[in-house]
């Protein structure tokens, strides 16, 4: 038996609690992999990013939307979210969509309600998808001295982080259409 086996496994059952919460029906599931599919052709993914070390263990959720149409065919880019400015940041030159964002108060004010340690947006395969890293539904375990501890995700939270995406998914398409048309 593996040393961490009974830490890992504790870690999976604290992975599908959470998960459950955002009340998704699955499409594909593995160990700490998690994917839904919605009628609108968009998709939510959960995972836990594991962090490996001697003595510890840190497992963070990953929680992903991939928003299903992307009428855009300007080159791939990436904005992230900076918490000490609180505002959206591109990786590399600015662009429409991060001047955008940045105009939407109701948008800033859904990301300041959960505790996260990453936000980004960026395009993957021809959609956008963001990807967000919270602290709550996150577990750690250190050997020593010995310590394990789950954050318990809040309904609360977990309405957030769908008002997030939902949010963003909104702002986008309604901003490519306006630039269509």
Not at 28 to 40: G, I, L, R, T, V
Not at 49 to 59: A, D, G, K, M, W
Request: proline content about 3%.
């Amino acid at each position: 038996m593996k040393f961490f086996g009974g830490i890992h496994e504790r870690a999976h059952k604290y992975f599908l609690m959470t998960v459950k919460m955002f009340q998704l029906k699955s499409t594909k599931e593995s160990d700490f992999e998690y994917h839904s599919e919605e009628a609108n052709d968009s998709t939510w993914r959960f995972k836990f990013l594991i962090n490996r070390n001697f003595i510890s263990r840190v497992y963070k959720l990953s929680v992903s939307y991939e928003i299903s149409e992307s009428s855009d065919n300007s080159s791939p880019e990436t904005i992230s979210w900076n918490f000490l400015k609180k505002e959206w940041q591109p990786k590399g030159q600015s662009t429409s969509y991060c001047q955008l964002l940045n105009q939407h108060k109701q948008l800033k004010k859904i990301v300041q309600a959960v505790d996260y340690e990453s936000i980004e947006i960026g395009q993957v395969g021809g959609k956008y998808q963001i990807t967000m890293v919270p602290i709550p539904g996150s577990y750690v375990f250190i050997l020593l001295p010995p310590l394990q501890y789950f954050v318990k995700m809040k309904n609360e939270e977990m309405i957030k982080i769908k008002e997030l995406a939902y949010k963003v998914q909104e702002t986008i398409i309604d901003y490519q259409k306006k630039t269509a048309g």
